[in-house]
């Protein structure tokens, strides 16, 4: 008799450690990656986002040479990818100074001046400069006064990143330059506009010129002197 | 206390007497009525009172029940119970067995229900219908057995993985394969990237002798009781369990041969002459024509091999001191026709069903360990092989390993990134070294309590633990050509993966008459999934490690974890009216948590017209309408962590430098903060026949699926994220179809018997939405890349078009010689140009139906037996012909020779046309599976044992009008690009039951 009752209790208490404490175990986070907060905690961080940032002009994505590509959909990531490369082809191809002979997809398209809106090397050379966008205006959004202070960045940590802060309108201002010079209108996003899936708003060529004219009158007196900022 | 004592001894005496007068003792044997053979573990039951026994080896029984008992109860699986009466002597009983018993178990979901008292679209397939032969890998036992599902092997490797489809599949970007529950374990069926490392198939670790019966559970209201996991489907497989009685053994082995019966068909060394001098006499550029050999080599001769295979199985099932127990051990060890190629796996089973308490406590315990040893072979050699010139002698004095390779003028090989472009087959098989060790245990824990006070209640609780743990190598030498100029490449790698259950459940169940009964559950289920990754670096023969592998982060343990409420009524009125209903509550932490839960509903009803309308006649003996309706998720092969926006470091060669350091990149990825799971609603109408006392039965099923919030990768606006595409939920997806299935034994008499399966189904599948935003010159998502140039893909999503339809140039054909015309194709909007625009869609890789046959012919010891596979309407991109079948391919611009298909000599094109629909071909085929002869020797070892042989031919034939090596595909987006040939196998095996 006695052993037939202790049965069912160990049993009761099987089912309620069972239930008990599994519910709240459901946040997982992975283990090799930082969370925004974890990012922008320190100066640390700030530099390396920093990094990606100026890494976007030449760097396809985060693994060298090639892997982890930055732009996916598809785009190969050596030849679509890349910055400097996409905006060589646009600039380089369809004049006579270089002749691709590969079969890539469409790239005589360029030397023959007959491509189409389908053609992937400029989703590329359209993505490369907005995405590098994309990156500037979240750093940007994490070096406002109020961000940094929310952060508890503070002192001379604050003072470099807001530094920081004119060359990054710089490098957006150029991407939107490229954007102008091989679009003219373009996609318009700046540190307002947050991260999802809405459409974001297209800017006209006049508009975008003023707006990149602004930029840098901006921020002219605030860059550092020439050739006085460290190299990079 | 004189009187007390004669009191009690009185009552004693009259208790004995009354128990010795009231008894009587039954004898008897029981035997097939088919063929007059014992019968053993046949139930007899005393009819009226508590008394039961089990038959022996030899059928024979003994039974004392109460003096007053007239009748008893006969029952068996599979065969038509009876009630015998008792009268003096021996009884004889032949028991009749039934082709597709409705007494027969059915194993569904958390549970189990009698065939005729399914309420939902369930087939289950006993280890009787298997398919037979050389089975390797589980997934292989269900090819053709069941309407509705497509078991495509992944290609002739042993051991390698298999696609399983139900219904066509209802993901695009999650995982379109079914959930597979082992033994009450889901286990975590990963492919692609997240496959165990070193494995090809998580289920070849399970040895396919140990299996009872697969269940295939194919609409919602039978898979909905899985929520969150079941949108594609469950299959639910089942081990042997002990058996209660004496021991008894099973002892069986089997030897094979395998050997390839078609080589791809590619020019020979003459033609690959001709055409070379021919362009050289024409043009005059000799570059090519002095690179010809004098020798004539088929290289495919040369990489294939008659592969020997074993496969050994002894299980004991018995009692051990009344615990009913089964333990098996196999061997098998299975060579590829690819040579070097290899499967050895050594397993292990235990079950243990002991009952306690009078009963009350029943405890199932199943373990199941493996080792697998796996000898890869290089499978580039294979196209490799395809495309080497023919003219070169394989072997050559050089410094890489004495085989042929192309070199430049320096000695190196010739390649763009120094990894040899056109590499000797020989020297990819010989100089390569890749080996691999899963160790994998699954094992659950099953007590189920009936209450004391109330034993129509129990108390189940399964607890189950899933580990793999593989480690492997894979080293190429320096003297290898894709390797040498890195001095070799080294790599090791190591890999966990774990699966934690925990189920606490509760059932009730009570016949409230004869004829109407109900149960209920109510179950809580909690499963953690978890993998060790061990990312190691690579390093080259003198053991300098190669600096451009070393990872970012040395170790990582990706986890999800999944939480579950699971309601459940069955109810059965006046056995004729049947009624499911269900309700799952998950939980994932795939999703953030305003999206975590989900509510998935099922319900399901059936109908016996044969009871309502027929009870009477007894030509029909089953007519069942069932109509089921449910809710089913899908949330597997999803990465684990899209909702949390995360910041990911680059490798150590992606820096950046400001001033005198190197700062490393922190990049966050795209992310949807809303991502939830894909729902599929899906109906049900189905119809279960059977005449002449089950003679002849089957059913026949209409579904429709339509599934929301289809898990894509689809283009967002740049700008929008951090990238431009993105995991989001978008898309609804429609799937219907037709199941037809016919059981049936046309003949059975004493000694001869036929009996036919036939299953056939069509399904539709259509996409209907794409986009979030609606936008009218969007026309797709471009998918199915081909081999061949950069980036060409072949096929879209699109909306109202099958997933991976191909987009096509439409090719123009000389009206004379019926040969297409290179770069020709049909303006269809007659812009007057080629562009994007003038592809259109055409064709799909999926089936329009698929359908299965197996019969058997039983001739007193004989059987001889068929099964075989057909699909129709499935198309192909051939695209071994689009890369190999031009002139370009043979001389290639890096100054070296290779081959080419012999499609080349029907078109003549100089250079590739990849999108051109001539490459489009109808991949329609029926497929002979197997001939299997087996002979019942009978008893043997003076009548200690009985004796099976068996012959078997598997892969006989394939009837098609397909140009490629082999119409079946494996891969979704229907690209047939060098497959491992599925080679035909001979086997004989003995069976042997003592």
């Known amino acids: 008799m006695k052993s037939k009752l202790s049965i069912p209790a160990f049993i009761y208490a099987v089912i309620i450690f069972c239930t008990g404490s599994c519910s709240k175990k459901l946040d997982l986070n992975p283990v090799n990656a930082l969370t925004p907060v974890t990012v922008y905690s320190t100066a640390d961080g700030y530099l390396s986002v920093l990094a990606k940032i100026y890494g976007t002009l030449s760097i396809t994505g985060n693994q060298g040479p090639s892997g982890q590509p930055d732009i996916g959909g598809g785009l190969d990531e050596g030849s679509q990818v890349a910055f400097i490369r996409g905006f060589f082809n646009c600039e380089e191809l369809p004049t006579d ?12 398209d360029f030397h023959n001046l007959s491509w189409t809106s389908a053609d992937p090397f400029l989703k590329g050379i359209y993505a490369r400069p907005i995405y590098n966008i994309t990156l500037m205006n979240e750093y940007l959004r994490e070096s406002t006064d109020a961000s940094l202070a929310a952060n508890g960045i503070s002192g001379t940590d604050a003072s470099n990143i807001k530094e920081t802060v004119s060359e990054v309108r710089f490098l957006r201002a150029y991407n939107y330059w490229v954007m102008l010079d091989l679009f003219g209108k373009s996609t318009f996003i700046t540190e307002q506009d947050q991260v999802g899936t809405a459409l974001p708003k297209e800017i006209s060529r006049d508009s975008l010129f003023s707006y990149i004219e602004n930029e840098l009158l901006a921020i002219q007196t605030t860059l550092a002197p020439a050739k006085t900022a460290e190299y990079g | 206390m004189n009187l007390k004592r004669l009191f009690i001894s009185f009552i004693i005496l009259t208790s004995i007497s009354i128990t010795t007068w009231a008894q009587k003792t039954i004898t008897g044997i029981v035997t097939d009525s088919a063929n007059a053979l014992p019968l053993a573990g046949v139930t007899i039951k005393a009819n009226g009172a508590s008394a039961a026994t089990v038959s022996g080896t030899n059928g024979k029984f003994s039974l004392t029940v109460p003096a007053n008992i007239e009748t008893v109860n006969v029952s068996y699986i599979g065969y038509r119970s009876q009630q015998v009466k008792i009268t003096d002597g021996n009884l004889s009983i032949a028991l009749a067995g039934t082709a597709g018993s409705l007494n027969e178990v059915v194993v569904v979901a958390y549970g189990t229900k009698r065939k005729s008292d399914l309420t939902g679209s369930i087939t289950s397939v006993t280890a009787k219908d298997f398919q037979k032969g050389n089975i390797v890998s589980s997934d292989q036992l269900l090819v053709g057995k069941v309407a509705g599902l497509q078991v495509t092997a992944g290609g002739g490797s042993p051991g390698s993985g298999s696609k399983i489809r139900i219904r066509g599949g209802a993901s695009l970007n999650a995982s379109n394969d079914p959930l597979i529950v082992i033994d009450g374990v889901p286990i975590d069926n990963a492919t692609g990237a997240n496959l165990l490392a070193g494995s090809s198939n998580f289920l070849n670790t399970i040895d396919p002798n140990d299996i009872e019966s697969i269940s295939v559970l194919k609409d919602a209201s039978a898979t909905a009781q899985y929520g969150s996991r079941a949108s594609n489907g469950v299959i639910i497989v089942t081990t042997k369990k002990g058996q209660p009685g004496k021991v008894k053994f099973n002892f069986n082995t089997q030897a094979s041969l395998s050997d390839v019966t078609k080589y791809v068909p590619v020019l020979n060394a003459d033609q690959v002459t001709q055409i070379v001098n021919k362009y050289a006499d024409s043009t005059g550029d000799k570059t090519w024509s002095s690179l010809l050999g004098k020798a004539n080599t088929n290289w495919q001769d040369l990489i294939y091999q008659d592969a020997f295979g074993t496969d050994n199985n002894l299980s004991a099932s018995g009692a051990f001191y009344k615990i009913p127990f089964r333990i098996s051990g196999g061997f ?68 890489y ?32 070294y890749n080996v691999s060790n899963v160790d994998r245990m699954i094992g659950n824990v099953q007590l189920d309590y009936k209450f004391h006070f109330l034993p129509d209640l129990h108390l189940i609780v399964n607890e189950g633990y899933d580990r793999a743990w593989a480690e492997g190598d894979h080293n190429l030498d320096s003297t290898s050509a894709i390797a040498n100029y890195k001095g070799g490449i080294f790599t090791h790698y190591k890999q966990g993966k774990s699966n934690v259950l925990s189920d606490v459940s509760l059932f009730y169940n009570k016949e409230l008459s004869a004829s109407t009964k109900f149960d209920v559950l109510l179950l809580h289920s909690y499963q953690d999934f978890f993998t060790n990754v061990y990312s190691i670096p690579n390093y080259n023969q003198s053991g300098a490690v190669d600096s451009t592998t070393i990872p970012t982060y040395a170790t990582d343990k990706p986890e999800y974890r999944l939480e579950s409420y699971l309601g459940r009524v069955n109810f059965t009125l006046a056995n004729k009216y049947l009624l499911t209903a269900s309700l799952r509550r998950d939980a994932s932490s795939k999703f953030s948590s305003s999206n975590r839960v989900g509510y998935f509903p099922a319900g399901a009803l059936a109908w016996k017209l044969k009871e309502e309308f027929f009870k009477n006649t007894n030509i029909l003996s089953e007519l069942k309408l069932r109509l089921g309706l449910g809710v089913t998720g899908q949330q597997d092969g999803i990465a684990y962590y899209s909702y949390l926006p995360v910041y990911y470091q680059s490798t150590s060669t992606a820096q950046y430098e ?29 119809l279960d026949y059977g005449f002449l006392n089950n003679r002849i039965s089957g059913s026949i099923d209409f579904y429709q699926k339509k599934t929301k919030d289809l898990l894509s990768i689809v283009p967002i606006a740049p700008g929008a994220n951090f990238d431009i595409t993105l995991l989001t939920n978008v898309g609804n997806m429609t799937n219907k179809g037709v199941e037809f299935t016919l059981n049936t034994t046309p003949v059975q008499t004493k000694t001869f018997t036929w009996n036919l399966n036939f299953n056939i189904s069509y399904n539709k599948s259509k996409i209907t939405n794409l986009l979030k935003n609606p936008d009218p010159s969007f026309t797709g998502i471009d998918v199915s890349t081909i081999s061949g140039g950069t980036g060409n893909t072949i096929g879209k999503f699109a909306v109202d078009y099958a997933p991976y339809t191909f987009l096509v140039y439409k090719q123009v054909y000389d009206q004379k010689t019926g040969k297409p015309i290179e770069g020709l194709y049909a303006d269809l909007n007659r812009d007057g140009q080629i ?62 020779i290779q081959n080419v298909s012999q499609n080349y000599l029907n078109t003549n094109f100089s250079n590739n046309q990849y999108l051109s629909d001539y490459y489009i071909e109808n991949a329609s085929f029926f497929r002979l599976d197997n001939i299997n002869l087996g002979y019942n020797a009978g008893k043997v070892l003076h009548n200690a044992a009985s004796l099976v042989i068996t012959a078997n031919v598997q892969n006989v034939f394939i009837i098609t009008k397909y140009k490629g090596l082999d119409p079946e595909i494996a891969n979704d987006q229907g690209i047939d690009n060098n497959i491992y040939p599925r080679p035909r196998i001979y086997s004989i095996g003995l069976n042997l039951n003592f």
């Open chain 2, 658 to 686: 400001f001033g005198n350091n190197y700062y490393y990149f922190l990049r966050p990825s795209a992310y949807d903060p809303n991502i939830k799971w894909e729902t599929t609603t899906t109906a049900n109408i189905g």
């Open chain 1, 97 to 108: 100074e270089a002749i691709v002979a590969w079969n890539d997809q469409t790239i005589h």
């Open chain 2, 835 to 896: 562009t994007d625009a003038d592809r259109y869609y055409y064709k799909k890789p999926a089936p329009d139906v698929i359908s299965g046959i197996s019969t058997q012919v039983g001739y007193k010891q004989w059987t001889l037996g068929l099964a075989g596979h057909a699909s129709f309407g499935n198309y192909s991109y051939n695209n071994f012909f689009s890369n190999s079948g031009v002139l370009r391919g043979i001389q290639n611009p890096l100054h070296y």
């Open chain 2, 401 to 432: 390993g004495g085989y042929f390779e192309w070199l430049q003028a320096n000695g190196n090989v010739i390649g763009t990134n120094g990894a040899a472009a056109s590499p000797n087959p020989l020297d990819l098989l010989d100089i390569d």
């Open chain 2, 332 to 399: 098998s060890d299975q060579q590829g026709v690819l040579k070097t190629d290899r499967f050895g796996r050594v397993s292990t089973s235990l079950n243990l069903s002991p009952k306690f308490f009078d009963n009350h406590l029943q405890v199932n315990v199943n373990v199941k360990y493996s080792h697998t040893h796996n000898n890869f072979a290089n499978q580039d050699a294979i196209g490799a092989a395809v495309s080497f010139d023919p003219t070169q002698s394989p072997y050559a004095t050089n410094k």
